[in-house]
């Protein structure tokens, strides 16, 4: 790997540069369903997310203080509307995962990878090459051998939950790109802002809708160790670091080739499960781990260092 990077050109070193932490976020995102299933319920979503999203907020606002500061009123906005963007991916995804299959969740998320590429021609009035829309859906067909070993599931209301989060996702990593207030500001701050609001709105729809489960004080008061690691890992590596990672990349290369490395996230997810759950894969489930290494691998060199 040092010598392939050392021989490469500088363009594609700093490629790499990029692509690496962002195929980290993929992996903590796959590690992250194990986490989440083994700390929420269906009737404690919003107070995980609440407790989720708020371990971290405090730490982010004394480390950038004077940043957040000098955020502009057009910044804050624009942060902020990513902040309701991403409460909007949250709420999908948790309340998705929690009623459906892990094995459908990891591949409906997966569409992202489609969805974003779409979208971002249809904004710019490009197509995408067909190369990269052919190592797309090689990724895509990965997944779908990836995810066989569990067997798919009939679909359900968590189905389409997951979908909405998939589509979600897009907007997200397409309005980071496009929002310009927020092009040329401090990634720490505005990953801040965006955390911060979306904990006002888990903590907004804790207070104000009925019906919503436990409150997040009594979430956390019947935490051991085991669930306080658990929601430590969705808070700092799968919260703080993917996104402050996330946004910082998209803005050194293109949402589609970011949503392609993302879309990494259900190999990781199974390599995971194969680890600490010790699921079974098979021949079948292999062969649709090497595709997504190469669906991915091909859409990298497809859409370019930008």
Not at 23 to 34: D, H, I, N, Q, T
Not at 100 to 106: R, Y
Not at 243 to 260: D, E, G, H, Y
Request: glycine content about 12%.
């Amino acid at each position: 790997m040092s010598s392939l990077a050392a021989s490469a050109p500088p363009y594609a070193r700093r490629a790499w540069l990029t692509d690496l932490p962002v195929l980290l976020v993929a992996a903590v995102w796959g590690a992250s369903y194990l986490a989440a299933k083994g700390i929420t319920t269906a009737h404690t979503v919003i107070a995980v997310l609440v407790l989720r999203f708020a371990v971290v907020l405090p730490v982010l606002v004394a480390a950038g203080w004077r940043a957040l500061r000098a955020l502009t009123a057009a910044q804050w906005r624009g942060a902020g509307a990513l902040g309701a963007v991403l409460s909007g991916i949250f709420l999908l995804e948790t309340y998705g995962v929690v009623h459906t299959s892990a094995t459908n969740a990891g591949l409906i998320i997966s569409l992202t990878m489609i969805f974003t590429p779409l979208a971002e021609a249809a904004l710019t009035g490009t197509r995408p090459s067909g190369s990269f829309l052919a190592a797309a859906g090689t990724s895509l067909a990965g997944v779908v051998l990836l995810t066989q070993g569990g067997g798919l599931t009939a679909p359900s209301g968590g189905d389409l939950l997951m979908l909405l989060a998939a589509l979600a996702r897009t907007v997200h990593v397409l309005a980071m790109s496009r929002i310009k207030a927020v092009q040329g500001a401090d990634s720490l701050s505005l990953t801040t802002v965006q955390l911060g609001g979306a904990v006002a709105v888990f903590a907004l729809i804790a207070v104000v809708v009925p019906g919503t489960g436990a409150s997040p004080w009594a979430v956390a008061a019947g935490f051991g160790a085991r669930e306080w690691a658990g929601l430590l890992f969705l808070a700092v590596f799968c919260t703080l670091f993917a996104f402050f990672v996330q946004m910082w990349a998209v803005r050194r290369t293109s949402p589609s080739r970011v949503s392609l490395l993302l879309g990494t996230e259900p190999l990781w997810a199974a390599a995971a499960g194969i680890a600490v759950a010790r699921e079974q894969v098979g021949a079948v489930g292999l062969g649709g781990a090497a595709l997504v290494l190469a669906g991915t691998w091909w859409g990298r060199s497809a859409a370019g260092p930008r």
